[in-house]
C-alpha cells in the first residue's frame, strides 16, 4: 500500500507542476483568462488530492 500511495504522491506532485506551468504559460502569454482562471481551479484541486494522498502516505507508513 506504501508503494502504491508513493507513486501516486510523485504522480500528483507532477501534475501540480505542469497545471501550474500551464497556466502561468497561459498568463505570460496573454491568452485567454477564462483558459488561466480554469487552469489554475485545476490546479488548486490537483493540490487538494496531493495533500490527501500524502495525509494517506503519512497515515500507512506508521
Known amino acids: 500500500m506504501e ?4 507513486y501516486a ?3 500528483a506532485v507532477i501534475a ?3 497545471v501550474l ?8 502569454k496573454g491568452d485567454s ?3 488561466s482562471q480554469k487552469l ?4 488548486v484541486g490537483l ?3 496531493a495533500i490527501l494522498i500524502i495525509m494517506g ?3 500507512f507508513a506508521r
Not at 506551468?21 to 505570460?28: E, F, H, I, K, N
Not at 489554475?40 to 490546479?43: A, D, G, I, K, L
Open 21 to 28: 506551468a500551464l497556466g502561468l504559460r497561459s498568463m505570460a
Open 9 to 11: 504522491t510523485t504522480l
Open 40 to 43: 489554475m481551479r485545476w490546479r
Open 3 to 6: 508503494t502504491l500511495l508513493y
Open 33 to 35: 483568462p477564462k483558459l
Open 16 to 18: 501540480v507542476i505542469l
Open 47 to 49: 493540490q487538494f488530492l
Open 57 to 59: 502516505y503519512v497515515f
